[in-house]
């Protein structure tokens, strides 16, 4: 059963309740959730229909149990929804029904596009992206006035950000984007004192004001998301008297995790389940290691499961000294789309995990290609513990067998290899 939504007063630190649960107690939560999404997803969306068949949606009802279903890549996403564009321009994923005769709670409200293109549907329920927790960690309360200089058109994140604070109880200004003479203008006229846009374009409008001689002194928070928020850019807007803090979301699950005052991380959103996963696998990454995000929503209307984000983060030890208690991550650290192309042939991530698979005992890897044109190398490098007889040409002859590449093998240290997710490293000097 969903936990029921309680925005907390102005005055408290967290949005609801559910934030400061035990940890025990919201991991038993989730689980116990889990079976009813498994068996929605099933029922109702005929991509996990065809992905899950046979599988008892009673019987994941834990991580373990989770960790065995497949995961869903962007790129199957798109393939699906390319082959059911007439039908289903979600691709069997939604469990929402169109056309005239379609029950009014099971209609989409509106339709977005991500590039691809990918489309992602949004319906009437509160909050739906889930964003209100991530602008409330923000500092955004009831009364706010909120610029918004996310992208109205195409892409959900202007929407994710005004339903998120419409759920508090702030009052929005559709800024979208470009126009940066207008967009100060109009902070400067209406008072507006958050923002939520992209870190980038908040300094140019910033910019454009102290250019312009606007001053906008009411400003005093953001959040922030799309791109990369460097630490100069949060110490510049500091100076400014505007607190900034980041949101991890896409336009396929909504919010995903968010910065708070601590600034120690990202804490995970209460309505997901987040796995940090080996790269080019399915498989859970050892605790604090760096890998894919993997998250599986609770979102009845798009029940993505095991949906593979490409991007890399790693598992932080301990709870968010905010006072909030789910797990964190370290923020967004690279992409898990690795592929290159060596002699010709793509080689991918899981070509890599593949090869260490085949030869127990192996831990981290690293493909690392260099050479110059038309003379691209190989050599993996990998960590074992020792140097057990004959592993290199036996992991060598395994490169062959899986890559149809030769490639040369060094072996490595346990713990020694870099701990940031690249299990493929293209070192040639390109163009």
């Known amino acids: 059963m969903r936990p029921t ?38 029922a109702r969306a005929p991509a996990y229909a065809a992905l899950l068949h046979g599988v008892d949606p009673q019987a994941i009802d834990s991580r373990q149990a989770l960790a065995n279903l497949p995961v869903v890549r962007k790129h199957e996403l ?65 009364g706010d006035l909120i610029h918004n200089s996310f992208s109205y058109h ?79 850019l949060r110490d510049w807007l500091q100076k400014r008297g505007i607190e900034a803090y980041q949101s991890y979301g896409t336009a396929d699950l909504g919010l995903i995790a968010y910065e708070t005052a601590s600034r120690e991380g990202l804490v995970v959103d209460e309505e997901v389940i987040v796995e940090i996963v080996r790269v080019g696998t399915g498989e859970p990454a050892a605790a604090g290691d760096v890998g894919e995000v993997v998250v599986t929503t ?30 964190r991550i370290r923020g967004w650290l690279g992409r898990a789309d690795q592929t290159t192309k060596v002699r010709g042939l793509f080689i991918h991530p899981a070509q890599v995990a593949e090869i260490a698979r085949r030869h127990p005992g192996i831990g981290r890897t690293r493909l690392v290609v260099d050479g110059e044109m038309a003379d691209d190398r190989m050599t993996l490098h990998i960590e074992v513990a020792g140097t057990p007889d004959g592993l290199r040409e036996q992991v060598a002859q395994t490169i062959r067998d899986v890559t149809k590449l030769r490639g040369a093998v060094e072996i490595a240290a346990p713990g020694s290899l870099p701990n940031d997710g690249k299990v493929i490293e293209d070192r040639r000097r390109h163009g």
Do not use: H
């Not at 007063?9 to 116990?32: C, I, K, Q, V």
């Not at 929804?81 to 005769?101: E, I, K």
């Not at 109880?169 to 992209?198: I, K, M, R, W």
């Not at 300094?203 to 922030?224: H, M, N, Q, Y």
């Open 78 to 142: 798109l393939e699906r929804q390319q082959a059911t564009r007439q039908s289903d321009p979600f691709g069997g994923f939604s469990t929402l029904a169109r056309g005239p005769g379609a029950d009014a709670d099971r209609r989409a409200l509106k339709v977005f596009a991500s590039p691809g293109p990918i489309y992602e549907p949004e319906t009437a329920r509160r909050d739906y992206w889930r964003m209100g927790r991530a602008l409330y960690a923000a500092g955004f309360r009831a």
């Open 298 to 327: 609770f979102n009845p209307d798009y029940p993505l499961i095991r949906f593979g984000t490409g991007d890399l983060s790693a598992l932080l030890p301990g709870s968010c000294p905010s006072g909030r208690t789910n797990l």
């Open 154 to 232: 195409f892409s959900p994140a202007g929407s994710m950000m005004e339903t998120g604070a419409a759920a508090i109880g702030c009052t929005v200004f559709p800024a979208g984007t470009g126009q940066s003479e207008q967009q100060a203008q109009a902070l400067a006229d209406l008072g507006a004192n958050g923002y939520t846009g992209t870190p980038s374009f908040l300094r140019i409008v910033l910019e454009k004001a102290d250019e312009l001689g606007i001053a906008l002194p009411a400003l005093t928070k953001a959040s922030l998301g799309g791109e990369a928020f460097p630490a100069s």
């Open 5 to 42: 939504r309680r925005v907390t007063s102005p005055m408290n630190d967290f949005f609801d309740e559910f934030e400061t649960r035990d940890p025990a107690a919201r991991e038993a939560s989730l689980m116990a959730r889990l079976p009813a999404q498994i068996a929605n997803a099933r």
